[in-house]
């Protein structure tokens, strides 16, 4: 089974708000941890599973995504047969809802691939997951459907409305109640939003969707098929971040500082790596009045000031006497001397001029948008 596995990738999702880091680039393409993309993570585990045929969903704003996956070499799917497909959903302009909207969409790139069974998956979840071990889960279980959680601690009542949670038999694994979006907790077990199914089991779910007017994966194909079908839990029990609001993203960014978290995410072997588009960049010069502690400094970069608990992209040049503390600045952003950086997120190319004070809290931080002159 393992060589009969294609990969399916929304690079969007509606429901997702990042404010200005996702204006004119798909959430997929939003950069994080000074050099990558968040799609880097979903695609790589892909990649590292084995999986040769990846179709990445994308309705909009595609450039900086097409320019960050080229051809698909740097992660060894440029091939002749299978590889990296960016699909532009067709028939659907301007009414998509849905994942069932966007499946329905590319089902003439699902029915031409050779492959029987299907991963699907939004971008926007972080982890470092093996999908060998969730394809045997599947074959174990005689599974329908698999879906993968994980366990989450106390959340709050703005985060629940954002969850899909999961009642789970403790003794089979077997899934025996979804709640979407909840107004309250009732258990710890999150959704990741990613899947296992056989392709034509799919298609015929999506197409008996569309025929009703149904448009959401969780709601119209998982939920509302519990008692038909046989959908069992994987539980993942490693490190996983959903990025879907500032907040998250501005979290993750900084938890990429914790060695532990950096080691298990990012791995030490071939085959489980996360890969990017690489560039070749002059090594970062720290000058004598640089101070970087707990940091992340990307090459090409000119360190001046001080560097506290942030993560500095390529390219950004720090001046005398600035203090950067807790922040994301993102590349070839320039921070002028005498500045004062503290929860802050910087896009692409800022400029903050002399003297200049910014502060946001940790809890939320304060977004400056790209080529943004302060």
């Known amino acids: 089974m393992q060589n009969s596995i294609m990969g399916l990738i929304f690079a969007e999702n509606p429901e997702v708000n990042l404010g200005d880091l996702t204006k004119g680039r798909s959430l997929a393409a939003v950069p994080v941890g000074g050099r990558y993309r968040i799609i880097d993570f979903v695609l790589s585990n892909m990649v590292n599973s084995g999986i040769i045929n990846v179709g990445i969903t994308t309705a909009q704003n ?23 497909f960016v699909l532009q959903p067709e028939g659907v302009e301007g009414r998509i809802q849905g994942g069932i909207d966007i499946i329905h969409g590319i089902r003439s790139y699902l029915m031409k691939s050779k492959q029987d069974y299907i ?12 999908y060998d071990d969730i394809v045997k889960f599947h074959e174990e279980k005689g599974a329908d459907i698999t879906v993968v959680y994980t366990e989450v601690g106390k959340l709050t009542d703005k985060e629940i409305e954002k969850q899909i949670l999961l009642d789970i038999d403790e003794v089979s694994g077997e899934v025996t109640d979804i709640q979407v979006y909840p107004s309250k907790q009732k258990n710890n077990n999150s959704y990741m939003h990613m899947f296992l199914i056989n392709k034509e089991l799919l298609l015929e779910k999506v197409e008996d969707c569309v025929a009703h007017g149904e448009h959401k994966l969780s709601k119209n194909l998982l939920l509302a098929n519990l008692d038909e079908l046989k959908i069992y839990a994987y539980h993942f029990a490693g490190y996983s971040k959903k990025i879907d609001s500032v907040k998250s993203f ?38 004598k009045t640089a101070d970087v502690s707990g940091s992340f400094v990307a090459d090409g970069c000119i360190i001046e000031g001080k560097v506290e608990n942030s993560i500095i992209f390529r390219g950004v040049h ?33 400029i903050i001029r002399s003297g200049k004070k910014l502060v946001g809290q940790n809890t939320y931080p304060m977004v400056i948008g790209k080529r943004t002159i302060v």
């Open 119 to 130: 991963i699907v998956s939004d971008c926007n979840t972080i982890c470092n997951i093996k």
């Open 318 to 350: 720090i001046g005398k006497g600035a203090s950067v503390m807790n922040s994301i600045i993102m590349q070839n952003s320039e921070i002028m001397d005498n500045c004062l950086l503290e929860n802050v997120v910087f896009d692409k190319e800022v």
């Open 62 to 84: 595609a450039q900086s995504l097409n320019d960050h996956l080229g051809t698909g070499k740097n992660w060894d799917m440029d091939r002749k047969d299978n590889g990296l």
């Open 250 to 287: 501005f979290e993750f960014n900084l938890d990429l500082l914790n060695k532990d978290i950096k080691d298990e995410l990012f791995g030490t072997d071939s085959d489980d790596r996360i890969y990017t588009k690489v560039k070749d960049t002059v090594p970062t010069k720290y000058t």
